[in-house]
């Protein structure tokens, strides 16, 4: 029986061919799905347990609620394990860490999923949500989606497999996301691979139905095929004009000197007002978090998928012990008076051994 009331809605539809499609509901809608450990935790058993059974030919996931697809990780709650005292509550102290080591967990299993996955995103798709999203072989935007990793406004760090999204992407474009925080539409997602495909309506359930068409076989290879081609045929991104995102100029970059880095996208000639929110973002934003950025494009050119999640467990884990994540939550979401103080007034403040010790 469906538990409508869970935050993650799992369930399974029976195919035309007697096979099932495992579905993901992200069911939330309040904080806008943001994940909690124990939302984490129910995906990944579910999807466990599905890439063993022959009879599971794809697996679904969506989000209710108008606003968002997924927002993220409930960063509120990650503020208060970073908090809390061991001694009084060792529980809430350690949920920081197995909240980041189980959602690494879900995004590798998704990236590496042997079962074609389908993800439908709408309205805000950030930092986590974003990650599940880049992580499933089939990801259909809707319009009107706001796609982004924001994490250097709260002193964090583009995550959940955003190293491994960077690397398809061209260099000034990642490294600008990453270091402002820009939004994506749906077309810029479509133009850039970040998403495969496009579809006009919240509801689900026709693509499921036709999904649940498909003449599907014990053959996974095969699934993916039959998979691939539907796709290709049913949900075509329409051709778009040119997102925000092509208006970033050509730009010079270092990456072995973040200092440097930073500076030149700063300079970047103003008057959109697209490229000049960025630069706010990037001035007012965490210098440690630009530091750590720069770093983690600059390695992960050379990291496969279990590398980069290594890469980023090992940078979350650091994050979480060091001041500027609570500060960067508590100026944003706690006090709410966005007057963070950071670590360190600039990027060129940063001192290397600081930067290397979250690698």
């Avoid at 679904?60 to 990780?73: L, P």
């Avoid at 990456?255 to 103003?270: F, K, M, N």
Wanted: glycine content about 6%; overall charge negative.
């Amino acid at each position: 029986m469906i538990d409508e009331q869970s935050e993650i809605i799992v369930s399974e539809i029976q195919t035309q061919s007697g096979h099932f499609i495992g579905t993901l509901t992200l069911n939330a809608p309040k904080r806008m799905n943001s994940l909690t450990l124990e939302m984490v935790s129910t995906m990944l058993s579910a999807l466990v347990s599905w890439e063993t059974r022959e009879e599971i030919v794809c697996v679904v996931i969506d989000g209710r609620g108008e606003r968002a697809f997924c927002a993220g990780a409930d960063i509120k709650k990650l503020y208060f394990s970073c908090m809390a005292s061991g001694e009084e509550d060792p529980e809430l102290t350690s949920y920081a860490t197995q909240f980041f080591t189980m959602e690494y967990q879900l995004d590798r299993l998704l990236h590496e999923y042997k079962i074609p996955t389908v993800c439908l995103v709408h309205g805000v798709v950030m930092g986590g949500g974003l990650g599940i999203f880049s992580a499933c072989r089939h990801r259909l935007v809707m319009d009107g989606s706001r796609l982004a990793y924001p994490e250097i406004t709260i002193g964090l760090f583009a995550d959940a497999g955003a190293s491994i999204l960077f690397q398809k992407m061209p260099l000034k474009v990642a490294l600008f996301l990453a270091l402002t925080g820009s939004e994506l539409d749906s077309g810029d997602a479509l133009a850039l691979g970040v998403a495969t495909h496009q579809f006009r309506s919240l509801d689900s359930t026709s693509l499921l139905e036709r999904l649940s068409g498909l003449k599907y076989s014990a053959d996974r290879e095969q699934n993916h095929e039959l998979m691939d081609s539907f796709f290709q045929a049913e949900y075509q991104g329409e051709s778009a004009p040119p997102g925000p995102w092509a208006k970033i100029p050509e730009w010079k970059f270092d990456l072995e000197d973040a200092s440097e880095t930073v500076e030149q996208l700063l300079a970047i000639p103003g008057g959109d007002p697209w490229v000049d929110a960025a630069k706010d973002n990037l001035s007012s934003g965490c210098p440690v978090t630009a530091a750590i950025t720069v770093e983690q494009i600059r390695r992960a050119n050379d990291l496969g998928v279990a590398e980069c999640f290594q890469m980023e467990l090992k940078i979350a884990s650091r994050c979480i012990q060091l001041p500027d994540f609570p500060e960067g939550v508590r100026a944003l979401l706690i006090d709410k008076d966005r007057q963070p103080t950071w670590s360190y007034s600039k990027v060129s403040d940063v001192p290397t051994d600081y930067v290397l010790s979250h690698f």
